[in-house]
């Protein structure tokens, strides 16, 4: 029997079959991955092959190659990376202005690894009732038009209001969406909001630290009535590094990619050099100075700050 994992809890799987019964699963022996140290060998996302016991419990015995995955590395010294989700067709960044507000410097991080990985992104922006404000619609219009341009999908939103939800519900249907951002964007608000037969828990924000609390704990995927899966996962909580060179950060900055060739030294870093194209369409405004600016802090190798890591690399059953 065929299935996809939607939920694990450790030591048994949910899995939704081709039925859409969702059973309970384990695995028979031991899985291992190459390439990396998890300590969990299945994650949502991943499509398995699994036989009934006489329990009437399924036991997993074969792991689809995936075609990418999510993981969130330790912070101890273990080493061990914990699989958060596999096989993502897209993310959707959930960013607002309002409270708890996304810097630029998030935003552009968070693009810069999705794109070395190959994961599309569209930007939403939530919580836009909050903006009654002329200025701020403004400020909020200027901010998108950096990543517009550039050509990322951006959309206003507000979980409150349902008819901004339409977009969305278009966007993910019959996809494996990631809903990704900081704690307390809305997140779990914005799902349940596109699909009512989800009710995800919602946090209450707290004024104290103007920080949502992370009511998410771990990645579930969640089926939507209208066809596909959506991946909600905790907000900001341990920090995952991403290891990237030096000369390849600006490949995944796609304005300064473009300008790539026009260049004087074709391993030109944007920095000092003589005649590189990439200062000047800073100097002339064609790039935005919050974009460069992330890439400088990027490249003088502030961290990279982001949740989990993307990996593009298959895991295989040995
Ligand atoms: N005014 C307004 N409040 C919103 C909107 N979306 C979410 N909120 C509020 O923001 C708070 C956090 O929302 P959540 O949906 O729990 O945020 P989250 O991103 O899932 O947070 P974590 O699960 O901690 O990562 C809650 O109090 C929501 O009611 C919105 O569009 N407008
Ligand atoms: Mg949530
Ligand atoms: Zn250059």
């Known amino acids: 029997m065929k299935g996809i994992v939607i939920k694990s809890t450790g030591s048994w799987y949910s899995v939704l079959d081709e039925n859409k019964d969702v059973l309970e699963c384990r695995i028979k022996g031991k899985f291992r991955l190459s390439g990396i ?7 949502v996302g991943d499509n398995v092959e699994f036989e009934m016991e006489a329990d009437g419990r399924g036991v997993i015995n074969t792991i689809a190659e995936r075609k990418n995955y999510i993981i969130r590395k330790s912070i101890n010294l273990s080493k061990q990376s914990h699989i958060l ?3 993502i067709d897209q993310a959707l960044l959930i960013v607002t202005l309002a409270l708890p507000r996304t810097s630029a410097g998030f935003i552009d991080r968070f693009l810069l690894t999705a794109e070395a990985y190959h994961i599309p992104v569209k930007i939403i922006f939530n919580k836009i009732d909050l903006f009654q404000k002329v200025e701020l619609m403004e400020e909020l219009d200027e901010f998108i038009a950096i990543y517009q341009k550039i050509g990322y999908e951006c959309y206003k939103v507000s979980a409150i209001k349902n008819e901004t939800m339409d977009v969305l519900k278009k966007l993910t249907k019959d996809k494996t969406t990631l809903i990704a951002g900081h704690s307390g964007v809305g997140k779990s608000s914005i799902v349940n909001a596109m699909d009512a037969d989800l009710q995800l828990r919602v946090g209450q924000l707290s004024e104290a630290h103007l920080k949502g609390k992370h009511t998410t ?12 899966f959506i991946i909600d ?15 390849e950060i600006s490949d995944y900055f796609v304005e300064m990619r473009a300008l790539k060739n026009k260049c004087k030294f074709n391993n030109c870093l944007h920095l000092n050099e003589p005649k590189c194209a990439v200062v000047e369409a800073v100097e002339k405004g064609e790039i935005a100075p919050s974009r460069y600016n992330s890439y400088l802090s ?7 700050v982001l949740p989990w890591e993307l990996s593009s690399v298959t895991g295989k059953k040995n």
Do not use: Q, R
Request: glycine letters at 12%.
């Open 37 to 43: 140290k998890s300590t969990n060998p299945i994650a």
């Open 217 to 228: 704990t771990f990645a579930e995927m969640h089926p939507l009535s209208y066809g596909g």
């Open 85 to 87: 989700a596999a096989n």
């Open 233 to 247: 996962t905790p907000g900001i909580k341990e920090l995952g590094l991403v290891d990237m060179n030096k000369e």
């Open 298 to 304: 990027i490249m003088n190798g502030e961290e990279l």
